[in-house]
C-alpha cells in the first residue's frame, strides 16, 4: 500500500529560527505553532525549538496538548479564553491568554484562580479582527492593570493587516498608531510578523512573532522562502502507481477536461483532494519525479491525480513523486492554485504520514 508522506526537516526548521533570531537580535521570539505547527507537527516543532523564548498557538487545546507532552516554555493561547473555566485552566496550566474584549476582563475581574495569569492586551490598529479600539486601550489597560488576577506587567500588541505589501503605507500608520497609543503603557510590545521580521526593522520591539518564515516559506508575493535565506521545511512526496500509454485523443480524467495532444505516457499518483492537494489547481501545475518536471493533466481526484509523462519517459510504478518541497517550493504550487503556501502546509489531512528527516 502507497502511503504518501510529509518528511519535515528539523535541521532546516533550526535553521530558519536562526535566522528569525538574525533579522531581530534585540527582541525576544514568540513561535507560532498554530494549526498543528501549520502542519508540521505541534509537539515535533516545539521540541525542536528549545530557545525559542514563547510558543503561541490558537486555542487553549493545542496549549494543553504541549504542556502535557512536558514543553515548559511560556505558551501564549491567541484567541484568548470565552469562558470562566478556559480561564482557570490557563491558571492551572501556567499558560498567558490574549485579551481582545471587555468580557474577557470581566471574567478576570470576578474569577478566583489558582495563580495570576500573564495577558496579552490587544489593540486594533487596522487589521479589522480582534482587539480593543485604540480608543478604548487605555481604560483595557487599567483595568487589567488593577485587577489581582493578571501578573504585571501586561504585555501589549497587535497585528499588521498587508505587512507582506512592501510598498504599502498601512503598515507604516498601523505602527505608529500602536506606538501612539501605548506609548504611557508599561510592559513588552510586539506587533512584527515574519513579513515584518524580514523587511522592517523599525517593527521588532520587545518581542516578534514568527509564522511561515520558521516553515520555510515566504509572507512575499512572488518570492520563494530560499530567496530570503530560508530553508524547506516540508517535503510531501507519494509514488506514481500506474504508468500507460494512452493513444491521441483519449480522455484523462473525470470530465474529459483533457485530451492527449498525441500517444504519450500518463502517469497516476497515489495523491488528492482527500490528502490536501488542491481539486482547484491550474491545469499544468508541476510535480518531480527524477528531478523533472512532469505537469498535471485532467482534474484532481479524491486520491489521485494524473501527469504527463512526456518529460521523464523512463518513468516507472513505484517511483517517487514531489508534490512540494525540496526542488519544487511550496509557494509555487500555491500560486497555482491561487491560494498561499500557509492552506498548502496546514491542509495536509490525517492520511498523509509525517516523518522526521
Given at each position: 500500500m502507497?502511503?504518501p508522506?510529509?518528511?519535515?526537516n528539523?535541521?532546516?526548521l533550526q535553521?530558519?529560527?536562526?535566522?528569525?533570531?538574525?533579522?531581530?537580535?534585540?527582541s525576544?521570539?514568540?513561535?507560532?505553532?498554530?494549526?498543528?505547527?501549520?502542519?508540521?507537527?505541534?509537539?515535533?516543532v516545539?521540541?525542536?525549538?528549545?530557545?525559542a523564548?514563547?510558543?503561541?498557538?490558537?486555542?487553549?487545546?493545542?496549549?494543553?496538548i504541549l504542556?502535557?507532552?512536558?514543553?515548559?516554555?511560556?505558551i501564549?493561547v491567541?484567541m484568548?479564553?470565552a469562558?470562566a473555566?478556559?480561564?482557570?485552566?490557563?491558571?492551572e496550566?501556567d499558560?498567558?491568554?490574549?485579551v481582545?474584549?471587555d468580557?474577557?476582563?470581566?471574567y478576570?475581574?470576578n474569577t478566583?484562580l489558582?495563580?495570576?495569569?500573564?495577558v496579552?492586551l490587544k489593540i486594533?490598529?487596522?487589521l479589522?479582527?480582534l482587539?480593543f479600539?485604540m480608543t478604548?486601550a487605555?481604560?483595557?489597560y487599567?483595568?487589567?492593570m488593577a485587577?489581582?488576577?493578571v501578573a504585571?506587567?501586561?504585555?501589549?500588541?497587535s497585528h499588521?493587516a498587508?505587512?507582506e505589501l512592501l510598498?504599502?503605507p498601512?503598515?507604516?500608520?498601523?505602527?505608529?498608531?500602536?506606538?501612539e497609543?501605548t506609548?504611557?503603557?508599561?510592559?513588552?510590545?510586539?506587533i512584527?510578523k515574519?513579513?515584518?521580521i524580514?523587511?522592517?526593522?523599525?517593527?521588532h520591539l520587545?518581542?516578534?512573532?514568527?509564522g511561515?518564515?520558521l516553515y520555510?516559506?515566504?509572507?512575499?508575493p512572488g518570492?520563494?522562502?530560499?530567496?530570503?535565506?530560508?530553508q524547506v521545511?516540508?517535503t510531501?512526496k507519494?509514488?506514481?502507481?500506474?504508468?500507460k500509454?494512452?493513444s491521441?485523443?483519449?480522455t484523462?480524467g473525470y470530465?474529459?477536461?483533457?485530451?492527449?495532444e498525441?500517444n504519450?505516457p500518463?502517469g497516476?499518483?497515489s495523491?488528492?483532494?482527500?490528502?490536501?492537494?488542491?481539486?482547484?489547481i491550474?491545469p499544468g501545475?508541476?510535480?518531480?519525479?527524477h528531478?523533472?518536471r512532469?505537469p498535471i493533466?485532467g482534474r484532481?481526484?479524491m486520491d489521485?491525480?494524473?501527469?504527463d509523462l512526456r518529460?521523464c519517459p523512463?518513468?516507472?510504478?513505484g517511483?517517487v513523486v514531489?508534490?512540494?518541497?525540496e526542488g519544487?517550493?511550496?509557494e509555487?504550487?500555491?500560486?497555482?492554485?491561487?491560494?498561499?503556501?500557509y492552506?498548502l502546509?496546514?491542509g495536509?489531512?490525517r492520511?498523509?504520514r509525517v516523518?522526521?528527516?
Open positions: 502507497v502511503t508522506v510529509a518528511e519535515i528539523l535541521g532546516a535553521h530558519n529560527f536562526a535566522v528569525v533570531r538574525s533579522c531581530a537580535p534585540h525576544k521570539v514568540l513561535a507560532m505553532l498554530k494549526a498543528n505547527a501549520y502542519g508540521h507537527g505541534l509537539v515535533r516545539a521540541r525542536a525549538l528549545p530557545d523564548d514563547a510558543f503561541a498557538v490558537a486555542r487553549l487545546d493545542e496549549a494543553l504542556r502535557n507532552a512536558g514543553i515548559t516554555q511560556p501564549v491567541m484568548g479564553f469562558k473555566n478556559e480561564l482557570q485552566l490557563l491558571a496550566y499558560l498567558q491568554s490574549i481582545h474584549s468580557y474577557q476582563i470581566d478576570l475581574e478566583p489558582v495563580r495570576p495569569i500573564t496579552w486594533e490598529t487596522g479589522g479582527r482587539g479600539l478604548d487605555k481604560s483595557a487599567e483595568r487589567l485587577c489581582p488576577q504585571k506587567p501586561v504585555c501589549i500588541m499588521f498587508s505587512a510598498d504599502n498601512k503598515t507604516v500608520q498601523q505602527l505608529a498608531r500602536f506606538q497609543t506609548q504611557a503603557f508599561e510592559g513588552p510590545k510586539s512584527a515574519s513579513a515584518a524580514m523587511a522592517i526593522p523599525q517593527t520587545d518581542w516578534v512573532r514568527p511561515v518564515m520555510g516559506g515566504s509572507p512575499f518570492e520563494i522562502g530560499l530567496s530570503r535565506g530560508l521545511v516540508m510531501v507519494s509514488e506514481l502507481i500506474s504508468v500509454k494512452l491521441t485523443g483519449e484523462v470530465g474529459e477536461t483533457w485530451r492527449c498525441a504519450m500518463v497516476v499518483v495523491f488528492g483532494y482527500a490528502d490536501g492537494y488542491p481539486r482547484h491550474t501545475a508541476p510535480v518531480l519525479i528531478g523533472v512532469c493533466i484532481i481526484s489521485m491525480l494524473t501527469v518529460p523512463h518513468a516507472k510504478v517511483d514531489t508534490l512540494w518541497g519544487l517550493p511550496v509555487e504550487i500555491a500560486r497555482c492554485a491561487n491560494t498561499i503556501p492552506t502546509m496546514v495536509l489531512t492520511r498523509v516523518v522526521e528527516k
